[in-house]
């Protein structure tokens, strides 16, 4: 399948002493020609507002987008639910106590709808997904610092259904290894519930009078409840080889309630390099391997993916620059035999429009 995409974003600001005012927008009109091409315009629109003084920083943020699960650079080889519209709303606090301690807490909520059906079961994948969290932050030294974290997340189909909500408490901590390098680690507890509903049938009477025939078994709906405890794990590390090239490697584990299945597991794992070759061309290369696991209350599904991903940039002029992309991924959607490939190689020219600034 080819693909021709055309994309542009405007943003504004306004800016005060102590606050601030971001609009950004951004539209892609794509067209398609091949196997299951699909021409459309996706794009979305985000406003950010933000506060900040000597001890307190607010920020809050409403953004939505239009997309789709089947564009060429996501290379989602195993889904392809139809058109998504997002509505994401987020707020954001954070104050220092004393010279070494400080707090944060953040609330989202989310609605996401597919508005092309592809399939009868895709109506039903609609949700909602909310989540508040807590944290302190200690820097032991300048170098190290240790944080918890605690959060809750809840999930809920649109139409009723599926529903699930995790609770999790987790400590980090980061450290600086020198000038070059840096290193962190994240551990911590969760215990999810989750509930769906189920169709099964029972005896109104004593069980005897319905193994004999005499009473007729009844259909009862009732919700199917489950739960169960868990880890979550996660680590980072960045090296800085000169000025030229860095290396960074990334690993973790998470459970939280999204997406139409309630709960997802997810384990993930990457690796980038990236290097400047000159002052006007740069390069990266990546590799990635995710695993998740949908935790539905009757069936867990699981679907995993590897990724590698290529890039050149080269600057043409201060506002002109040539990229180039290839990226090859492998997707199982079922952990089983079926497997589906994905080759896709892009090339753009990217314009940035001149920036007018103005102050009173």
Same mark, same amino acid.
């Given at each position: ?25 951004? /539209?892609? #009109?794509?067209?398609?020609? *091949?196997?299951?091409? =699909?021409?459309?315009?996706?794009? @979305? &629109?985000?406003? !950010?507002? %933000? ?119 987790? /400590?980090? #901590?980061?450290?600086?290894? *020198?000038?070059?390098? =840096?290193?962190?680690?994240?551990? @911590? &507890?969760?215990? !999810?519930? %989750? ?166």
């Amino acid at each position: 399948m080819k693909t021709l995409a055309l994309s542009t974003t405007v943003g504004a600001s306004r800016r005060a002493e102590n606050s601030a005012t971001l609009l950004n927008a951004t /539209v892609t #009109a794509l067209q398609q020609w *091949g196997r299951g091409g =699909n021409d459309r315009i996706d794009g @979305g &629109v985000s406003v !950010t507002q %933000s506060y900040n003084d000597a001890l307190n920083t607010v920020s809050a943020t409403v953004q939505y987008t239009q997309d789709f699960n089947n564009l060429v650079q996501n290379a989602d080889v195993t889904v392809n639910p139809g058109q998504r519209r997002t509505t994401i709303v987020s707020a954001g606090w954070g104050r220092a106590l004393t010279e070494r301690l400080s707090a944060n807490t953040q609330v989202s909520a989310s609605q996401t709808s597919y508005g092309q059906q592809t399939a009868a079961v895709v109506a039903s994948n609609n949700f909602r997904n909310a989540s508040v969290s807590a944290g302190l932050s200690y820097a032991v030294t300048e170098i190290d610092t240790v944080s918890v974290q605690t959060s809750h997340s809840d999930y809920r189909a649109a139409g009723g259904g599926n529903r699930s909500s995790t609770n999790e408490v987790s /400590v980090s #901590a980061s450290h600086v290894l *020198g000038e070059r390098s =840096n290193a962190s680690l994240q551990l @911590g &507890v969760y215990q !999810t519930d %989750s509930s769906s509903p189920r169709i099964r049938f029972a005896c109104p009477a004593a069980l005897v009078l319905c193994q004999l025939g005499l009473v007729q078994l009844i259909e009862v709906r009732d919700q199917a409840k489950t739960s169960g405890t868990g880890l979550s794990y996660g680590g980072s590390y960045r090296y800085q080889f000169g000025e030229t090239s860095s290396l960074s490697f990334s690993y973790g584990s998470q459970q939280s309630p999204s997406g139409a299945e309630g709960v997802v597991q997810n384990k993930s794992l990457s690796l980038s390099f990236g290097h400047s070759f000159s002052e006007t061309l740069n390069g990266a290369m990546s590799f990635a391997m995710s695993r998740s696991t949908s935790q539905a209350t009757v069936l867990n599904q699981r679907s995993q993916r590897k990724t590698v991903a290529l890039s050149l940039s080269k600057q043409l002029s201060r506002d002109l620059s040539l990229q180039s992309n290839y990226q090859w991924t492998e997707g199982n959607s079922g952990g089983g035999g079926d497997t589906a490939h994905s080759n896709s190689i892009g090339v753009a020219l990217k314009y940035d429009w001149p920036t007018f600034q103005a102050s009173r």
